[in-house]
Every structure is written in C-alpha cells, then in structure tokens.
C-alpha cells in the first residue's frame, strides 16, 4: 500500500513538473512569435509606405490598418489580442505600438504576454526597431 501511494504521488509530481515546464515554453513561444510578427509587420508597412512607395499610403489610419493586416497574416489563431496605438506617423516615419495576447496554456488556465516595439525610420533608407 505504502508503494502504491509513493507511485501515486511520484506520478503527480512529475506530471505537475512537466505541465509547469510545458507552459513556460508556451509562454515563451508566445511571447517570440508575438515579437517577431511586430517587428516584421512594422518592417514592411513603413519600408511600403515610406521607403520604396510601393503603394499609396496617405494617412496614419491607412498605415496602421496596414500593419494590423501583416500583423495578422502572421499571428496565429490561437489566442486573442488587444492593440495599444501609442504613436503612428506617416509623416514621421514612426510607429509605437504595444500589443498584449492572451492565450490558453495546457491544463486550461489563462496566460497573458505583452511586448511593445518601436520602430523609426532615419533618412528615407534605414529603419529601426
């Protein structure tokens, strides 16, 4: 009976360790994917819009709309998200933004990982994030 129990509590502890290391790694996967789609999305839409002119962007509401359509291109399905505009200008070459997902980790249980970029454009070439 005394091994039993012992089994019995080994197993959970072990499967208590894995689903905790398993949902830092989600948290962490998260919180990547998130940080490289910003960046990626803000790339594209100022070096379009600014840069090469690709297409006619004319106001700060078209180049966030613009970001927002890469950035979900990018993202997965899995999660839901809430967008914080801090700072677009097409004039400035600027955008500020700060994103915050919201997904399910195993088990259940609710998880949150937020990341804000930056990014500017210098001299009608380079950009920054």
């Known amino acids: 009976?005394?091994?039993?129990?012992?089994?019995?509590?080994?197993?959970?502890?072990?499967?208590?360790?894995?689903?905790?290391?398993?949902?830092m790694e989600t948290k962490q996967l998260h919180h990547e994917e998130l940080e490289m789609?910003?960046?990626m999305s803000m790339r594209h839409s100022l070096e379009a819009a600014v840069i090469k002119k690709n297409y006619?962007?004319?106001?700060?509401q078209e180049l966030y709309a613009d970001f927002l359509g890469e950035l979900f291109l990018i993202l997965g399905a899995d999660a839901e998200f809430d967008v914080v505009l801090h700072e677009v200008s097409l004039k400035?070459?600027?955008?500020?933004?700060?994103?915050?997902?919201?997904?399910?980790l195993p088990g259940?249980?609710?998880?949150?990982?937020?990341c804000r970029k930056y990014a500017v454009i210098v001299?009608?070439?380079?950009?920054?994030?």
Not at 108 to 114: D, I, L, P, T
């Open 123 to 129: 001299e009608k070439q380079h950009m920054f994030c």
């Open 56 to 60: 006619s962007v004319t106001t700060d």
């Open 108 to 114: 259940g249980k609710k998880a949150q990982v937020s």
């Open 37 to 39: 789609a910003m960046e």
């Open 1 to 23: 009976m005394r091994q039993i129990t012992a089994a019995f509590i080994l197993i959970c502890i072990l499967t208590g360790g894995i689903q905790c290391i398993y949902s």
């Open 92 to 104: 400035k070459g600027v955008m500020d933004i700060e994103i915050t997902s919201w997904f399910s």
